[in-house]
């Protein structure tokens, strides 16, 4: 950019320059000069072909079939992902029925513990119950007998004891009836 002045008959011209202006410039100049480099060094591109029927049908054959390729593997990998899928969902529930298996055999052995302790301390109930009723009866049983043979009857007996046996006889007087008790227990001889 320039601007011209005149100061007493003189002609002065001040220069003011934009230095990035100054420099694209020049690129642009380069470049220019590059193309025309290239269009001196290089034949120019040959036209189009133009396009005939063959080519259109060839196309639209090749379009097709790198369609049906895409196609092929977009179903081959949908196809893939569905037995992963299903392949997961049977881990899933096989995993599940474990935990539930596992859960019912927890509760079941709980329950058969459960069931075991009652059991037992049932038994023990009745047990001491029924060995407090046994220790009665025998109780009764032998004041019952001891009156019983004061009262009707009386033992009488003998015995001879040797050094390989012990012989027993024994009478028994109860009123009316008498019961007569004869045995030869044998000794264990040890040598």
Same mark, same amino acid.
């Given at each position: ?48 072909? *133009? ?6 049908? &060839?196309?639209? $054959? !090749?379009? +097709? @079939? #790198?369609? =049906? %390729? /895409?196609?092929? *593997? ?6 893939? &992902?569905?037995? $992963? !899928?299903? +392949? @997961? #969902?049977? =881990? %899933? /529930? ?98």
């Amino acid at each position: 950019m320039g601007i011209q002045c005149c100061k007493n008959g003189h002609l002065c011209q001040i220069v003011i320059e934009d230095y990035d202006e100054t420099i694209l410039m020049q690129m642009k100049e380069e470049e220019e000069r590059k193309k025309k480099m290239e269009k001196l060094l290089l034949p120019p591109p040959p036209p189009p072909p *133009t396009r005939t029927n063959k080519d259109e049908a &060839a196309t639209k $054959i !090749q379009a +097709w @079939w #790198r369609g =049906t %390729l /895409v196609r092929r *593997t977009l179903l081959h990998a949908a196809l893939r &992902a569905w037995i $992963i !899928q299903s +392949w @997961w #969902r049977l =881990t %899933l /529930v096989r995993l599940l029925e474990k935990k539930k298996w596992a859960a019912l055999e927890l509760y079941a052995r709980q329950e058969w513990a459960a069931i075991k302790l009652q059991s037992w301390v049932r038994m023990w109930r009745v047990r001491l119950c029924y060995c407090r009723l046994l220790n009665a009866v025998r109780i009764i049983q032998t004041y019952w007998r001891w009156h019983c043979c004061h009262t009707r009857g009386y033992f009488q007996g003998s015995y001879e004891l040797t050094a390989t046996k012990l012989g027993v006889e024994l009478e028994v007087f109860l009123g009316a009836q008498i019961c007569r008790i004869t045995d030869c227990i044998p000794f264990p001889i040890k040598n």
